[in-house]
């Protein structure tokens, strides 16, 4: 019904930045939140960056002030954009919509940040 499909990672140096897009498709009602998680190895998933739907933002305490989440509604896409990454942001990165009744999940693209 719904499918969220993740792209935009990549290897790039420490200091550098990089562009998620979260594209969606199928029938989606009533969003309350999109977000960005990641997941190391061997650790728990993380929330990054969320919104609501009204545009409101929450960020990650080690992300705030280097990442922005954004949303294209005519594009049915929201992206991540990632500036001063660190070798400590190396995960793969899920994007997240949260409706009101389903929770719905992408793949998920890797991130690695070299030193």
């Known amino acids: 019904q719904v499918q969220l499909v993740e792209s935009g990672g990549g290897l790039v140096q420490a200091g550098g930045s990089l562009r998620l897009s979260c594209a969606a498709s199928g029938i989606i009602f009533s969003i309350n939140t999109m977000g960005w998680y990641r997941q190391a190895p061997g650790k728990q998933r993380e929330l990054v960056a969320s919104m609501t739907w009204r545009g409101s933002t929450n960020y990650g305490d080690s992300v705030k002030g280097r990442f922005t989440i954004s949303r294209d509604n005519a594009k049915n896409t929201v992206y991540l954009q990632m500036n001063s990454l660190k070798p400590e942001d190396t995960a793969v990165y899920y994007c997240?919509?949260?409706?009101?009744?389903?929770?719905?999940w992408g793949q998920g693209t890797q991130v690695t940040v070299s030193s």
């Open positions: 997240n919509l949260h409706t009101s009744l389903n929770d719905y």
